[in-house]
């Protein structure tokens, strides 16, 4: 006999009964980066997906596997609850995040439902895409490179422009001796300005690019380079004639005194977030208005339930949530059913339009390439959508320096510490 809440439902399995068995991995590389992709397995057949990070670790996901052997994977806030304790901001919260997507897909298969369903139903039936695109050095080569973009149909675009542009020309920037050479120190603390010249060098590099896509399509910035917020303050009003999407992560996110100062200086939307982890982490932001747009990446921020309360809960400051994305379409398509459930959705990037349809071949059971239009179409199907991995594709991107392919994993099944945060 089902029980009351099986009556009315599709039911691929028992979700009652269904319990997580095993935990196998594959780690991908160049579909773009490098990432792993994480498989639960169940006593009833079923598996579901996830994905680690793009330069995270197996590491991060398979310290979980123990937690989780033997859950029911459908009580989603449950084991999230348990192992967020496992996550921290950046790509040590890929473990965590890409197990909630596994649990998302497989609560989604055992109830016959989409993702999106999970998280409370849809609010659009297409996802917006915007694509990243490499850089050139000359504005116009740019602005050719993007008006292929708008002709394939995107319809959104980003591109970066910063001090890197600037490095072989002489009295752009300022800078501490060797501190050029290095981008591991934080923005405030490079001591590096940038000049009046090299603020009219950028802004000939945007106006070149706007001279060849003109201005009917949004164009995000990104990747200003380690400069303090005062050189972000003046670059950013002589830019803001071009009118701009956003300008992203000018400085660290962790510096919400200094994004507010910055938000309060320039006219155009001001974007950070895919580093953040948690919606914990993204409300110093929000409480002091400093962002216009926050842009999680769900693969940091927690997953598709944690992703759409950050959405929440900027809509609820009068901000937009886009959203990072920089993973194979098994992070893209959990950023679908985020997207598809989250109000203030904006746009959703991607790194893998120069390769879209092996990229898209990942994954059986939906369109080839997944992007039509500048858009993927909100799946239907149970749980993430997709139908299963394609073995040949997965070969293809295997990454060579670790080419298990879902093998035992046994070395993980006893680890284990006292877990509990308080006494
Ligand atoms: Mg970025």
């Known amino acids: 006999m089902t ?21 196998r991995v594959v780690n991908l590389r160049g579909a773009p980066f490098r990432s792993t992709i994480i498989r639960l397995d169940t006593n009833q057949g079923i598996c579901g997906y996830g994905e680690v990070r793009d330069g995270g670790s197996e590491t991060y996901a398979l310290m979980l596997k123990s937690r989780l052997i033997g859950e029911n994977p459908c009580n989603i806030d449950k084991i999230f609850r348990k192992i967020k304790q496992f996550g921290h901001h950046a790509r040590q919260a890929g473990g965590v995040c890409g197990i909630e997507m596994a649990l998302m897909d497989l609560a989604g298969k055992a109830y016959g439902v989409p993702a999106y369903q999970l998280a409370g139903g849809k609010f659009r039936d297409r996802i917006l895409c915007y694509c990243d695109t490499p850089s050139e050095r000359k504005g116009s080569d740019m602005g050719k490179r ?17 001090i890197g542009l600037l490095r ?46 003109g201005y009917q399509v949004p164009l ?18 002589a830019l803001d004639q071009f009118s701009l999407a956003w300008y992203e992560d000018m400085i660290p996110w962790q510096f919400a005194d200094q994004w507010q100062r910055l938000a309060e200086s320039v006219d155009t939307p001001v ?33 598709i339930l944690e992703t759409k309360k950050v959405g929440d809960l900027a809509q609820d400051h009068g901000i937009a949530m886009a959203l990072h994305m920089a993973m194979s379409p098994i992070a893209a398509l959990a ?6 459930a989250t109000e ?48 040949e594709v997965i070969k293809a991107f295997v990454d060579a320096d670790n080419p298990g392919i879902f093998e035992s994993t046994e070395r993980w099944d006893n680890e284990g510490a006292h877990d509990r945060l308080w006494s």
């Open 344 to 391: 203030n959705f904006m746009v959703l990037e991607n790194h893998s339009v120069d390769q879209l349809d092996q990229w898209s071949s990942l994954v059986e059971g939906l369109p080839v390439p997944l992007i039509e239009d500048g858009h993927i179409a909100v799946p239907e199907g149970p749980g993430l959508g997709f139908t299963d991995l394609n073995e």
């Open 271 to 303: 974007c950070t977030g895919e580093d953040i982890y948690l919606k914990e982490g993204f409300m110093p932001l929000f409480e002091r208005r400093a962002i216009a747009v926050a842009h999680p990446d769900l693969a940091s921020s927690g997953g």
């Open 146 to 162: 993007l008006k292929e973009r708008i002709e394939n149909g995107f319809g959104f675009l980003k591109m970066d422009v910063g």
């Open 3 to 23: 029980d009351s809440v099986e009556a009315n439902v599709n039911v691929h399995s028992r979700p009652s009964e269904l319990k997580i068995t095993d935990m």
């Open 220 to 237: 995000a910035v990104d990747h200003f380079g380690h400069i303090g917020v005062e050189s972000c303050i003046r670059l950013g009003k």
């Open 168 to 213: 072989d020309t002489e009295d752009t920037l300022i800078a501490p001796p060797e501190m050029l050479r290095t981008n591991e120190i934080m923005h405030p603390f490079t001591g590096i300005q940038i000049t009046d010249k090299g603020i009219d060098l950028l802004c000939q590099y945007v106006a070149e690019v706007r001279e060849e896509i």
């Open 335 to 340: 950023s679908v059913h985020c997207a598809a």
